[in-house]
């Protein structure tokens, strides 16, 4: 009698209730804080926010992993956890203390491979890293990659404009708000490597051209040199 080899280590269900797990978990961290913290007042900071972001990354990290050959089931994975300790950790502790969380979750929920958990929860800790992306793994590589992305474009435009409101300035402050998502953006053309994630940021930054052209065109007083070139 063979033994049936499971193709992939993560049913569509598991990574729903995977899914739920972290979304509760981020709400959590905010509702455990004193007076609710910097979470209550900074909408980027908020459990919605974070999730959202988190979904995006997966969807991107997904995509880039698909069409580098990436391991898809580690990607979309370590995506899913990376920020999950976003709101409740310091910021350059985030990325290790999501990694033990993510090894708690998985190895007392399903039955995955030990090896799964190790890569999984090595990519969750290395999504912080600042050097080359030349010098990590190809699936640290792919959720590097979508972590910065989701920063560029209409997103990026949004979360930026959100900002602005939260700092109390006028819209005629927009255009430097646009023009700090299309910075982003720049260098995150320079910084990602894979063919998938430098024709995500192109389309992304044609975007935010877009909007910047309609400002340009319905806000008195924000002329073209304001933006500098893009």
Request: glycine share 6%.
């Amino acid at each position: 009698m063979g033994v049936e080899i499971k193709e992939s280590p993560v049913s569509d269900a598991e990574f729903e209730t995977m899914k739920r797990f972290v979304s509760d978990y981020l709400s959590a961290s905010v509702e455990n804080e004193e007076d609710g913290g910097r979470m209550r007042w900074y909408p980027w900071h908020s459990a919605e926010y974070r999730f959202n972001h988190i979904l995006n990354v997966v969807e991107l990290a997904s995509k880039i992993a698909e069409r580098e050959g990436a391991d898809e089931d580690v990607v979309r994975v370590a995506a899913l956890f990376h920020d999950i300790a976003k709101l409740e950790a310091e910021q350059e502790a985030h990325a290790e203390e999501g990694a033990r969380v993510a090894r708690e979750y998985l190895g007392t929920h399903g039955e995955f491979p030990q090896s799964f958990i190790e890569q999984v929860c090595q990519v969750v800790e290395d999504h912080s890293y600042q050097g080359s992306l030349a010098d990590v793994t190809l699936e640290t590589r792919c959720l590097i990659e979508a972590d910065i992305l989701d920063k560029v474009g209409a997103n990026g435009t949004v979360l930026m404009l959100l900002r602005m409101g939260y700092e109390a300035r006028t819209h005629m402050d927009a255009s430097e708000m646009v023009e700090r998502v299309l910075e982003r953006g720049r260098a995150a053309t320079e910084r990602v490597e894979s063919d998938a994630a430098e024709s995500i940021a192109y389309q992304r930054l044609k975007r935010v051209k877009w909007f910047r052209e309609w400002l340009e065109d319905e806000v008195p007083g924000m002329d073209h040199d304001e933006f500098g070139e893009a």
